[in-house]
């Protein structure tokens, strides 16, 4: 049995956009480029043909696996979740004790997360040690340097 991969609406709905654009239009230029390699003659010593099969390899490993998420996508409603405390699909804004400065964070799964946006995996150290964190309280993270500690200023919902 596959396990449940978290997601919010709207990773979820990434994951469906990407899923159909790697089937409508990718798979659809990665034919026509083997139409095209097949076209010049002998393919046992043909480079463009191996590019494209290589190619074609990785788009079909790219789609199982896009679609082994979304099979498997439990949704996090971040507007629903109740409570003072960081939970999965919501936002909260934190100040390093240290540096004093202030980050806004969307804790989402794994299978979006994206630090350069402010989407943390609820699986990475800073995701971890903020769920079930509330307002105004301190919490450490344990990192390569040593340990940075945040103060929660605010949990919302996101959009």
Known sequence: MSEEILLTQEGYDAKIAELDELVTTKRSEIAERLKEAISYGDISENSEYD???????????????????????????????????????????????????????????????????????????????????????????KVPDGEIKYEILSIGKSK
């Open 51 to 141: 590019a494209a099969k290589n190619e074609q390899a990785e788009l079909e490993d790219k789609i199982a696996k896009i679609e082994n998420i979304i099979k498997n996508a439990k949704i996090i409603d971040g507007k629903a979740v109740k409570g003072d405390r960081v939970n999965l699909g919501v936002k909260v804004k934190v100040r390093n004790s240290k540096t004093k400065e202030e980050n806004v964070y969307i804790i989402v799964g794994s299978a979006e997360a994206d630090p350069l946006e402010g989407k943390l995996s609820n699986e990475s150290p800073v995701g971890k040690a903020l769920l079930g964190a509330k307002v105004k309280e301190k919490v450490a993270v």
